[in-house]
């Protein structure tokens, strides 16, 4: 308080005129609310662009996805090393993490110089360099024979596209080293090491310091959700929500993005706040034109702005009695530790001379009140700024979280943050000011980016370790392009006269030529046979006014060994069952159509006949592959003799799905089924279907592509996961497709993952449980309660509880990732030969845009949490020009085969009348 009153004192001393030029020169770094407040709601318009897929390219906020998915929960554990690589100074540290209830971090590091020249040299130079101080680290500390995993904090725009690859977007603050930008720093890294050829290390992880900081904190806060860095240089991260990020795959959960604020305003949108001095200060920097924001408020560029000022106020005759002496002319005098000293309260006016005396610069007492005052009105700005802009990040917060009073914590760390005597303090206040309804907290990062960066390094070990192990699992969009082209020709092949006989894929013409028109009526039964019920129906379809349907339906048990017993049995099982359905519905007088749903490969001349080709998923009855399951069926019903069936047309389930839906969408011309198995059925040109005669017209083919892949065509991304489920299964060799898709599946599929994996030390421990060992005991309804959003890992424990293990936390993340592999495979594939499809009625269309409805069925596409919109989103990415309906069936396919029905009915009936 007496250091300011002698402020008061001296400043009444400067002549009038004086203090008005000072005035004038300081009054563009007043801000004043209403400014600050079109910064925040510019720095929010900015974000959005960022974060949308058609804005990014040319964003000036970048907002570059990180990977890294989630806080800390104390569960990290292990060794790790961590560079330190952008701030003031260079570290490499051993940090040791223990988990549980005695969780604790231990850290040691060593700070390394980084000359000028280094900085400023080849990138080669700089990697060597580094690779230098880690050597003589691993030295000091005598671990170099460990392969140690390594977090690498790297404080520099990244376009990262995982968690161990970053590619340099470009230098920003005082490095400038050659042949780095566009590359990625992970490789340099790894290739020093090698050129080195000392010792090896394990690079897991490469994480901005921001995001270092924020993970720092979030170890003792939760609610730690974004790292600020007010230092050398000026950047902020937050954890977003996946469905707002545009460019990344996925919806669930939240990712870290690295705003890269910095570079705010290099569009000129804020032009209208920077002064001539800012410009000067630009022009004079390694990255000219860029980072304009983190130059107004970072410490690497504030004690610049004051020196631009100084120099023009000396050069007006109001400083230094005029006399611009050789150390002001040096770019970088005003570090940010002397811009804090000369501004701290504390300070008497003669110790301020004495330090500016240290930087070379002779002062009256007047002059350095001037200084002070400069410094001041340069910091002050920088910190209002700043807050501007974390406004607008917390209040971006409070619309994801979409609750009226936002709680959060912001964990800081930087040089200007932690030394300057006034910034932390005007940045709160300004926060407060422009986002009155949140109650944010600063947490101090006490232990700099290194520790924050190995807790993520541990996480990442851990899931990298299960991708590694599922590598092959995870199919890139290129890769899914190559699959959707090779479904494409297997189209071609199974309609092709001369291809169709030896073709995988079946392409079977169904003898059904268009959907519904709403002409439909009558009384029917449907049988629906293959799906996880055997269910019989009646369907009335009336037509008063407008065409009502009306429906009732029986679930009949089909026992194992009825399915893998005989034909003769089975249909015998089909046909009694109907009996009992006819006598509940006290219609066994009469002899109804019948529609008859039978969810399995068939061949057909017309519509009520059907050759079994094969069985597959759970049926294996002897003596019916190659004989009409039609007249299977009305042989055991005429055994019987108590009622009489008028079968009349025998549909596929994906044909009764498409029909179903085609009542309700006219656009409807796909049927998909992803359930116990898989496949799907489309509208083809008659042109096109070999098989049939004529040409007019189109006709509904059941392409049967569970079959995909049996020819050998998809060795490349099957995984001996795959061959052990189908070494195991009721037809080996067949439905390859199938069994990398669909529920049936699933869930062994995960189970054996799990049990390689415990095995090999990876879960639980290594423990091995006989429930883990038995065949069937993961199921695929598993899979989807554990993907659950919500309850996922509560489920997961639970399950894996009943499967005897005890797992630890850890290991529910660990499971709960591969059940998302799994499924994202699965969900993946189905895109490809879907988009396949879409193209294909696309051309067939001669249309640039394709509009259509996909009628979807089927117990894991209608159960799993995550399945559907993974679909969608990725067929649209695979098929852009496109828009695609999906529109699930409420009712089975039962309805679809009493439609298909009811139009053969009315032909055969206008035969017989004609
Ligand atoms: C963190 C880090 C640094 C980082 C710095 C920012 O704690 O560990 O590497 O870049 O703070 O501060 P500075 O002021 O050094 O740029
Ligand atoms: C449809 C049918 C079933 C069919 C099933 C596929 O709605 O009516 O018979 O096979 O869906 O699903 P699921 O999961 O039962 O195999
Ligand atoms: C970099 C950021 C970094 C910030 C703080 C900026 O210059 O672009 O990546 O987080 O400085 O160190
Ligand atoms: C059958 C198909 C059926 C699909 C879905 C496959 O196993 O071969 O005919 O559409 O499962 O139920």
Redesign the pocket.
Known sequence: QVSAQILAFFSLLLLAAQRKEIDAVLEPFLLSPETLREVKNKMRTELEYGLKRETQGSATVKMLPTYVCGTPDGTEKGKFLALDL??TNFRVLLVKIRSGRRKSVRMYNKIFAIPLEIMQGTGEELFDHIVHCIADFLEYMGIKGARLPLGFT?????KQASIDKGTL??W??GFKATDCEGEDVVDMLREAIKRRNEFDLDIVAVV???VGTMMTCGYEDPNCEIGL?????????YMEDMKNIEIVEGNEGKMCI?T?W??FGDNGCIDNIRTEYDKEVDEGSLNPGK?RY?KMT?G?YLGEIVRQILIDLTKRGLLFRGQISESLRKRGIFETKFLSQIESDRLALLQVRQILQQLGLDSTCEDSIIVKEVCGAVSRRAAQLCGAGLAAIVEKKRENRGVEHLQITVGVD?TLYKLHPHFSRVLQETVKELAPWCDVTFMLSEDGSGKGAALITAVAKRLRNIDKYLYAMRLSDETLIDIMARFRREMKNGLSRDFNPTATVKMLPTFVRSIPDGSEKGDFIALDLGGSYFRILRVKVSHEKKQTVQMESEIYNTPEDIMHGSGTRLFDHVAECLGDFMEKQQIKDKKLPVGFTFSFPCRQSKLDEGVLITWTKRFKASGVEGADVVKLLNRAIKKRGDYDADIMAVVNDTVGTMMTCGFDDQRCEVGLIIGTGTNACYMEEMRHIDLVEGDEGRMCINTEWGAFGDDGSLEDIRTEFDREIDRGSLNPGKQLFEKMVSGLYMGELVRLILVKMAKEGLLFEGRITPELLTKGKFETKHVSAIEKSKEGLSKAKDILTRLGVEPSHEDCVAVQHVCTIVSFRSANLVAATLGAILCQLRDNKGVGRLRTTVGVDGSLYKMHPQYARRLHKTTRRLVPDSDVRFLLSESGSGKGAAMVTAVAYRLAEQHRGG
Request: charged content about 10%; aromatic content about 6%.
């Open positions: 952008g701030g790297f404080s520099f725009p990244c977007v470009g920003t603050k901005n310091d921001t860095i007010a230092g050398t240089g000026s950047n902020v991260c690295n890269e910095g570079g980072q983190e970072s690497m930087g």
